[in-house]
């Protein structure tokens, strides 16, 4: 598998980005925390959850948007450029309205994680033959439109479960993204030899 690896074409957006793949950890790191934190105060505030998911959404769009600019050539990058866009417009909105009802947080959640999750497969697919287990990446975004549309179909869900589904969420995806770091440094080291 490594050999087919090495005999592949790679872009030298791939290298770039596998080369600061600890930046995909921190986006991550950032979503397990949320998620943790999350189901570790469960009775937390509507006003509170909107702080930590204007937090994270904003932490995840500057790690995004760092990752696209350390990686070089921004062409074969666009995709990440956009989540990042996103990430850091999502935190701003979310700052700026903390006044936002249960459903209108569901319902921007929800958008956010649709249109972030279909860039993150779209990401995946542009570099799915010049890295193995894109999957990940794959899984991550499906994940997140999974996640998009159970929030816009089902908005009125109490702010308890909100929380939890929002926690759970941002745990699975903290974790996939961690695997695809990991799998990127695997990349970096591959490319070396």
């Known amino acids: 598998m490594a050999q087919e690896t090495a005999l592949r074409p790679a872009l030298p957006g791939l290298h770039a980005l596998a080369k600061?793949?600890?930046?995909?950890?921190?986006r991550g790191i950032a979503g397990i925390i949320f998620g943790v934190l999350a189901f570790v105060w469960p009775g937390i505030t509507l006003l509170t959850l909107i702080i930590f998911y204007g937090a994270y959404a904003l932490v995840d769009g500057i790690f995004a948007i760092a990752a696209a600019i350390r990686g070089g050539e921004a062409q074969?990058?666009?995709w990440l450029i956009l989540i990042g866009i996103l990430g850091i417009a999502a935190g701003l909105l979310t700052f700026l309205?903390?006044?936002?009802?249960?459903?209108?947080?569901?319902?921007?959640?929800g958008v956010w994680s649709l249109i972030h999750g279909i860039f993150e497969i779209v990401g995946a697919i542009k570099i799915r033959k010049e890295i193995d287990n894109e999957w990940w990446l794959i899984l991550s975004g499906a994940l997140s439109v999974l996640f998009g549309l159970v929030m816009l179909l089902m908005p009125g869900a109490g702010a308890l479960a909100l929380v939890w589904v929002i926690g759970a969420y941002s745990i699975i995806f903290g974790v996939l993204f961690v695997a695809f770091a990991y799998r990127l440094k695997k990349h970096s080291h591959e490319t070396k030899t």
């Not at 309205?97 to 959640?109: C, E, K, N, Q, V």
């Open 76 to 78: 074969s990058r666009w």
């Open 20 to 26: 600061n793949w600890w930046l995909l950890l921190l």
């Open 97 to 109: 309205w903390p006044g936002l009802t249960a459903l209108a947080l569901a319902m921007f959640i």
